[in-house]
């Protein structure tokens, strides 16, 4: 009989830890009570993005979105929906304000606004299978590469799409690939960063959970253009999930020929190994995750020589994040005019963000660059939760800074946000309201690089414990104002001294939030007052 | 039933030649290592050491490098001796000795039966029960030498009945 109900399943790490996994169960026990299990087909997909809403399911083929599902609602959805063609009303999104209830998913706000790019198959395809990564023109990249293609057609391609890496600098990833393939020495090889370390980003591990092949697609892609045979994906330890289905997936492409000798039948080979890290934030730095894979302490190395020239095993290597290689698929395919129709003049295609914090929508978006944050916090997040006021949002980590309200319309693009004093970064975007007392947020930031601090530069391990000192001295009341200047003295000392990435911009949540905000640190210094309410508790 | 250290360092040694000699495959194995172990023994290391050819100093650096990786096996009860003021004053040297003594281990170290492990916290909060210390969740306040020991005896024979 053939398949009528298609049922999506969000099997991404935050909606398996919501519960799932035991929806998925009791609704395979449904199914079995009422013998109709040969006419649903479960796919388990990765993240869609709305992780606020887990565990979610989207039925197919009327496109009807349940959200925040309980192992006792597979019940009504088999014997309602399946059977009876009735919708389940209360499992259904309603929306904030009027409180109107959404039936399909592409008609929530959440997900009109966006623009999937890397995050295309997340959500729709099982991320284990081969036959629907292909089915959703996957490897169709690589076959008009090795058959269409010259290595320098690939990179002029890459190159005119203006597509910069999504890491945190922003490098123009076609350049960047072409110092790569210029480079001389015979042994080349070809990185994927997904060390990534930023608290509150997890858009990497979303691509790598729920379309693992589009990296690996892209790598081979990446080896074929800058003339390498061998690549690493490096993955952190905290991420088994994208692990197993990393290693899945490369099993697969291996017993398929893509990955290995001959790929196409063509003459070129390539092939791909996982490396695991072992926990340490640093190594998300591009020398340091070099020495990782080397199987050394992973502390940085001063740049230059850059990884182009001088890289792993003292090679020649091309290093990208996972969101920039998912881009590259499409860009092959669709051509780099598309993609540089979309976003600004200087930052072209999309941007996936991490919307956490003070916001209703919590979750994955990704959107053309250029996107304001007003339209970010208000009509994608949904707003603040309790109506509460907008203070401002950090962007880009530990490595980033503040945006606050007064410039809520600057548009999210490399420049505007570089004005600023910020970063785009990885895309960690975390919204503040009046609850967020701005010194401790600087400290909650500054004692994680410090904490992560490799120790090998005096200017990150000696400069970033001072700072951290005299911030737990402005948030118990115990700092002169004088230490303000001093606070930005160092700052600067170490964005100028620092070895690596990671150092050079450890001190920027502080100068950000003393650049906007710079009141409220004096109000602790002075007055010994918190207006968020965060520091002094233990007097009250 | 839990195999022995030694057919576990037998079951690395397999897994060691699965990788080529040298560093490069380093934290590939260590993490072998502590899949199998729970955490890398000393004798794993020079096992590591022999079949790669890295020196014992560069692996330990690489270790104590990551988070990830453990030198100390994880215990079954963990041991929190508070060292603040109040309890300092009271003699929390001495409850701390005692336990060092009795466990015949250092803080941060496990015990060879794998029972114990002592930390030294900073405050726990119950300075009017000074000296305090915890076994997981649970407070112990107002100790002497004769009551750790006995707390320390009690657990002892709560796992041995959990054996049975």
Aim: proline share 4%.
């Amino acid at each position: 009989m053939a398949k009528i109900y298609n049922l999506l399943l969000c099997a991404g790490a935050s909606c398996i830890s919501s519960g799932g996994y035991s929806f998925r169960d009791k609704l395979v026990e449904e199914l079995k009570k009422h013998n109709i299990e040969n006419m649903v087909n479960i796919v388990e997909t990765g993240c869609v993005g709305i992780c606020e809403l887990g565990p979610v399911v989207i039925v197919y083929p009327d496109g009807v979105f349940y959200k925040k599902l309980k192992p006792e609602d597979a019940k009504d959805i088999v014997e309602e929906h399946l059977l009876k063609g009735r919708v389940v009303g209360r499992l259904l999104y309603k929306e904030k304000d009027s409180e109107k209830i959404v039936q399909q998913a592409s008609q929530i706000p959440f997900f009109q606004k966006q623009l999937k790019i890397v995050l295309r198959n997340c959500g729709i395809i099982n991320p284990e299978s081969l036959e629907e990564y292909i089915g959703k023109d996957g490897y169709s990249a690589l076959a008009k590469v090795l058959t269409e293609m010259k290595p320098e057609d690939v990179i002029k391609e890459i190159k005119d799409s203006g597509l910069r890496g999504r890491g945190g600098a922003g490098f123009p990833t076609g350049l960047k690939w072409e110092l790569v393939r210029n480079s001389k020495g015979g042994e080349k090889y070809v990185i994927c960063n997904a060390d990534e370390g930023d608290p509150g980003a997890f858009m990497d591990r979303s691509v790598l959970e729920g379309d693992p092949f589009s990296v690996i697609e892209a790598m081979t892609i990446a080896g074929y253009a800058v003339g390498a045979k061998q690549g690493y994906i490096y993955v952190r330890a905290e991420y088994p999930l994208a692990i197993k289905r990393l290693r899945s997936a490369i099993k697969k492409a291996y017993e398929e020929n893509l990955l290995g000798k001959n790929i196409f039948g063509q003459n070129f080979d390539f092939d791909l190994e996982i490396r695991v890290g072992a926990g340490a934030f640093v190594c998300g730095e591009e020398t340091a995750l070099m020495h990782s894979v080397e199987g050394q302490r992973g502390t940085p190395s001063p740049k230059p020589p850059f990884p182009a020239d001088r890289g792993l095993f003292g090679k020649p290597t091309l290093i990208n994040n996972v969101e920039t290689y998912a881009n590259v698929c499409q860009i092959i395919l669709k051509g780099s005019k598309w993609f540089s129709s979309i976003g600004t003049e200087k930052s072209k295609g999309t941007k996936v963000f991490a919307l956490a914090g003070a916001i209703n929508n919590t979750g994955l978006v990704e959107v053309p660059m250029g996107t304001t944050l007003k339209e970010m916090v208000y009509e994608i997040g949904g707003g603040l939760p309790n109506d509460k006021k907008f203070k401002a949002a950090q962007i880009g980590g530990p490595s980033g800074g503040c945006i606050p309200e007064e410039y809520i319309d600057t548009p999210l693009d490399y420049e505007s946000v570089k004005k600023l004093g910020t970063i785009i970064g990885s895309g960690g975007l975390i919204v503040m309201s009046e609850d967020t007392c701005m010194v401790d947020l600087a400290k909650y930031f500054l004692e994680f690089t410090q904490d992560e601090s490799c120790g090998k530069c005096p200017s990150c391990r000696i400069g970033t414990k001072k700072m951290l000192e005299i911030l737990n001295r402005i948030s118990k009341g115990r700092a002169k104002v004088e230490e303000l200047d001093l606070l930005i003295h160092l700052g600067e000392q170490i964005s100028k001294t620092a070895l690596c990435g990671l150092g050079q911009t450890a001190p920027n949540p502080v100068l950000s939030t003393l650049k906007y905000f710079k009141d409220e640190y004096l109000e602790h210094i002075n007055e010994k007052k918190c207006r968020a309410g965060v520091c002094f508790k233990k007097k009250k | 039933m839990k195999l022995k250290k030694e057919e576990l360092l037998e079951q690395l040694k397999e897994e060691i030649k699965k990788h080529p000699k040298g560093q490069k495959d380093l934290i590939e194995v260590l993490h072998k290592t502590q899949e199998l172990f729970g955490y890398i023994p000393q004798e794993a290391i020079s096992l590591i050491s022999k079949e790669l050819g890295v020196y014992r100093s560069v692996i330990y650096g690489v270790i104590t490098f990551y988070h990830f990786f453990t030198l100390q096996p994880p215990s079954k009860y963990n041991v929190k001796v508070c060292l603040g003021t109040a309890c300092y004053v009271k003699g929390a040297d001495k409850i701390l000795n005692t336990l060092k003594r009795e466990l015949n281990v250092e803080l941060e170290q496990t015990t060879e039966d794998g029972l114990f492990k002592i930390q030294g916290a900073r405050c726990l909060g119950a300075c009017g029960l000074a000296p305090v210390m915890m076994v997981d969740e649970e407070v112990y306040g107002k100790l002497t030498e004769d009551k750790v020991i006995q707390i320390i005896n009690e657990y002892r024979e709560k796992a041995s009945e959990e054996v049975k």
